[in-house]
């Protein structure tokens, strides 16, 4: 975007990690942005070279915003309800609280409102999700030039097995070739992958550390070497770790805390 370029309000502040396109326009509908310190209005373009001021009213609402991680059982899906499936957020509320969160963040229904997945897992894996009313965070995490890591601990066998049967030394059968593909060399959707990290956690299981989330990603990454997937879990986004928090559990982002 050079000098010239003028873009809508709500975008240039998303761009500039003030807030989501969302809470921009409702900022915006309240009078709480100005432009060149005049009150800006819906749609209205601007430059690089405008000055945004965000009044104190939308930045303590931005403060009282709460981003929630949650240990995502198996059978759950992310977003909204489907086939059948609950949505994890079902799992948001007070029982199911870990009672180690360090936060002092009082947990009140209301809070589940606005709040939404900044990445998926599968039905079919556990792990880290985060669900978030913060804008800031779900651009962070899944925005276009997102390049926070995800890890993920995967089991998996190699090539056709006999039914009931199970490798338990995956490792010492998987081609050394085949492991540097997932590494590098690989595409999904007509598009080259990025270079990911992909090493042995043991003989049954695979380290994947991945910056780009396209859907069923690494199933389908293993599928094109020869590999099944039977296990999958995200232990790691960014710098927040799953740690100990059991599983249907959650937790609060603590204020300490950054993906980046």
């Known amino acids: ?9 709500n975008k240039r502040m998303s761009e500039l990690g003030i807030c989501s396109r969302r809470e921009a326009d409702d900022w915006i509908a309240k009078g709480w942005v100005k432009v060149n310190g005049e009150t800006a209005v819906l749609g209205k373009p601007v430059s690089p070279l405008d000055q945004i001021e965000v009044d104190a009213l939308a930045r303590g609402q931005q403060d009282k915003q709460v981003t929630i991680l949650l240990h995502k059982p198996m059978g759950y899906v992310s977003g909204q309800a489907e086939d059948g499936h609950e949505p994890a957020i ?56 997102s ?22 030394d995956v490792q010492s ?47 389908r990454m293993c599928e094109q070497v020869g590999l099944t997937v039977v296990g999958l879990k995200r232990v790691r986004i960014g710098r927040v770790k799953l740690g100990q928090l059991p599983v249907g559990q959650w937790r609060y982002l603590g204020r300490d805390e950054t993906f980046a």
């Open 90 to 145: 079902n799992l948001i509320e007070a029982r199911t609280h870990w009672r180690d969160d360090r936060s002092t963040t009082r947990f009140v229904p209301r809070q589940r409102m606005g709040l939404a997945p900044a990445g998926r897992l599968d039905i079919d894996s556990v792990g880290l999700l985060v669900l978030t009313q913060d804008g800031r965070v779900a651009r962070q995490l899944i925005g276009e030039n």
């Open 147 to 168: 390049g926070v890591e995800k890890e993920y601990l995967v089991r998996v066998q190699y090539g056709r097995l006999p039914a009931g049967e199970v490798q338990t």
């Open 1 to 9: 975007m050079n000098d010239t370029t003028t873009i809508r309000l």
């Open 173 to 219: 059968l998987f081609p050394a070739d085949k492991l540097a593909l997932l590494c590098n060399g690989l595409s999904l959707d007509g598009q080259a992958l990025k270079p990911a990290v992909v090493e042995w956690q043991n003989p049954e299981q695979l380290r994947f550390v991945l910056t780009e989330g396209k859907k069923r990603q690494i199933r």
